[in-house]
């Protein structure tokens, strides 16, 4: 099974402050993506990308930036957070190949103070 | 635009009853369609995918068959345990939206002793 890991699992910031989330999957996958759980609205994509340097905006993309740096890691940045990002953040990983079911890895709880 | 729909953000059962959870999607273009769950504190893993009209699907006891006819995908399971109690995600990928998924807001599936 795909290997996903983040870091790090837990943040705590206050409003302003600047966060980098980190992702890294292991199984040559092409495809990552960056995601936002809360409650009543399920998993929202931020921002996903298709190989290294490659960045596509996704559906809730306001005040988030990504960056691919290799095949491998997967970076979100908020860098002035405000409270109603504090969420749940989840990183996915697919391959190019369909039917593109996605690996998730387990999550990063945020919270903005 | 594409999208998903599930019905029932709660649902209750005894252990040893069946369930349906609802799952209904919308799109234009050829759909495939996911079932994930996602326990407590972990992240969301694959359950059940299908493209295939009329074709049951089965894992872990749990089965779906996609009706393009009535654009639905609901996940059954003739007897559920305790183990059983999680969030469920119907997701769908469509030829338009690429490696895109997108997700429904999520089934909370409670299972009482």
């Known amino acids: 099974e795909a290997a996903v890991t983040q870091s790090p699992r837990n943040k705590v910031t206050v409003t302003g402050g600047n966060v980098t989330l980190s992702c890294r999957q292991t199984?040559?996958?092409?495809?990552m993506y960056w995601y936002r759980q809360d409650t009543g609205h399920g998993l929202r994509l931020i921002h996903y990308?298709?190989?290294?340097?490659?960045?596509q905006i996704g559906d809730v993309p306001d005040g988030y930036k990504a960056t691919r740096t290799t095949q491998e890691d997967f970076f979100l940045l908020l860098e002035l957070a405000s409270p109603s990002q504090t969420s749940l953040y989840f990183c996915?990983?697919?391959?190019?190949?369909?039917?593109?079911?996605?690996?998730f890895g387990p999550g990063t709880r945020l919270t903005v103070l | 635009g594409d999208s998903v729909t599930q019905t029932e953000g709660l649902v209750t059962l005894t252990k040893g009853l069946p369930v349906m959870l609802n799952c209904t999607y919308q799109?234009?273009?050829?759909?495939?369609l996911f079932w994930y769950v996602q326990h407590l504190n972990e992240a969301p893993k694959l359950l059940l995918k299908?493209?295939?009209?009329?074709k049951r699907t089965e894992h872990q006891g749990f089965y779906a068959t996609l009706h393009k006819s009535s654009s639905s995908f609901h996940l059954q399971k003739s007897s559920v345990q305790l183990s059983d109690s999680a969030l469920y995600f119907c997701?769908?990928?469509?030829?338009?939206?690429?490696?895109?998924?997108?997700f429904g807001t999520g089934t909370s599936l409670l299972v009482d002793p």
């Open positions: 996915a990983s697919s391959d190019a190949r369909g039917p593109y079911e996605q690996y």
């Open positions: 199984n040559s996958h092409n495809y």
């Open positions: 990308s298709y190989g290294a340097g490659n960045l």
């Open positions: 799109t234009t273009y050829s759909p495939f």
């Open positions: 997701a769908l990928s469509a030829s338009n939206m690429g490696y895109k998924l997108t």
């Open positions: 299908s493209s295939t009209d009329n």
